[in-house]
């Protein structure tokens, strides 16, 4: 069964940054596709970043050039690096892997970046 745990939420000021990690198990991780995804408060889910197990990575417009995505395959964990954060960042930031017709979620971490 699929788990993905994420770490490393917490509360930064503007500019600040925060590295996010999601551990990852009961999956082929580095033939694995992973992505992050933010849901803020009274908001729908959206998609912030992709790396490929080929480690090609996309980004959202919102987050490109501030936030970083990587993997470690030894590791099973995928990071997101977030830079110069801004207030509108602020949301839980969840992990995913789609592997066919299925999508696993890890519990999410709320990262809060206060003005």
């Known amino acids: 069964q699929v788990q993905l745990v994420e770490s490393g939420g917490g509360l930064v000021q503007a500019g600040g940054s925060l590295r996010l990690s999601c551990a990852a198990s009961?999956?082929?991780?580095?033939?694995?596709?992973m992505a992050w995804y933010r849901q803020a408060p009274g908001k729908q889910r959206e998609w912030v970043a992709s790396?490929?197990?080929?480690?090609?990575?996309n980004y959202a417009d919102s987050v490109k050039g501030r936030f970083t995505i990587s993997r470690d395959n030894a590791k099973n964990t995928v990071y997101l690096q977030m830079n110069s954060l801004k207030p509108e960042d602020t949301a839980v930031y969840y992990c995913?892997?789609?592997?066919?017709?299925?999508?696993?979620w890890g519990q999410g971490t709320q990262v809060t970046v206060s003005s």
């Open positions: 790396i490929s197990s080929g480690l090609s990575t």
């Open positions: 009961g999956i082929s991780f580095s033939t694995s596709a």
């Open positions: 995913s892997t789609t592997r066919g017709p299925f999508t696993s």
